[in-house]
């Protein structure tokens, strides 16, 4: 059974860090784009970052140069370092894999086919 499940939300101050986790199982992990976005209650859920097999990475503008995709291709991890955390990260982050390796100009939650049940990130000020 495919599945994804994402650990390591919690509540930070403004400026803090946090680092979330994705365990994926089930399927052929290096041959998917993966991916982590978000969604705010009462807003539509927004693409942070993706990363390809071979380690290329992509960001949203409001997340580029804080936060850092990284993955563990042995052991089927993805992660996203979340540093100088503001209050407009506050979220509910999901981490996701595309069924095809490729990643650039993918932003959409739709071009995603498996998702993790999410993991809550509140930033206070």
């Known amino acids: 059974q495919v599945q994804l499940v994402e650990s390591g939300g919690g509540s930070v101050q403004a400026g803090g860090s946090l680092r979330l986790s994705c365990a994926a199982s089930g399927y052929q992990y290096s041959n998917y784009c993966m991916g982590w976005f978000r969604q705010a209650a009462g807003k539509p859920r927004d693409w942070v970052s993706s990363i390809t097999v071979r380690g290329d990475t992509y960001y949203a503008d409001a997340v580029q140069g804080r936060f850092t995709v990284s993955q563990d291709n042995a052991n089927k991890m993805l992660y996203l370092q979340m540093n100088n955390l503001k209050t407009e990260d506050s979220a509910v982050y999901y981490c996701?894999?595309?069924?095809?390796?490729?990643?650039?100009?993918?932003?959409?939650?739709?071009?995603?086919?498996?998702w993790g049940q999410g993991t809550r990130v509140t930033v206070s000020s």
């Open positions: 996701a894999a595309r069924k095809f390796p490729r990643c650039s100009g993918v932003y959409s939650p739709d071009d995603f086919a498996i």
